[in-house]
């Protein structure tokens, strides 16, 4: 499935001081809630634009993949995925409901499982190590550091929430596979829409 990501006169006009007063780790998620598929285009897009680093070159070299499981995303079937960046194009690897996978995947945790989608990012550390040395490691989680703050940035802006989590590294990479094999879990962002707060 292309990115569809909407027009530029329909992209959200806070600014970034708005965006950044407004963000902050979402405790909860409505679990019945969906996004849409122009809101994940926009995130994905906006997040994996390119990062000014000199262990990137040349420009648009990544150290990290994107896999995400998809639970309610309109316009997008549930199941696991993998970002083509150079395409734009989300490969559908395994279609299916894998809330309670991702609960297991997520610390058991239900964040990952509440979530509209899960973002994973995944390394191949062979090659980063032999061509960095120990610096390549730290280059992997600048990297997605960076890309995880732009997917909160581009979430709050659409008025969505965010949160980094916690993972089985291991169980992370079995689930991906063979797609994923001989690759490292890095990160994992949790993202959808926030339950709202009961009153006291």
Known sequence: ?????????????????????????????????????????????????????????????????????????????????????DQNILELLRAGEFRAEAHHLGLEQELPADACADIFFLADLTPILERYGNRGYRAVQLEAGAIGGKVYLAAYAQHLGATGLTFFDDDVVSFFSPHAKDKSAIFLLAMGRPRKREPQ
């Open 1 to 85: 499935m292309r990115l569809q990501p909407p027009p530029e006169e329909e992209q959200p006009k806070d600014t970034i001081e708005q965006v950044i007063l407004r963000r902050g780790s979402t405790r909860a998620f409505e679990k019945t809630a969906s996004i849409t598929l122009a809101q994940l285009s926009t995130i994905l897009d906006c997040a994996t634009r390119g990062l000014q680093a000199d262990f990137l070159k040349p420009p648009g070299e990544h150290l990290n993949d994107l896999y995400l499981i998809v639970h309610s995303v309109q316009g997008l079937k549930p199941g696991a995925y993998f970002f083509r960046r």
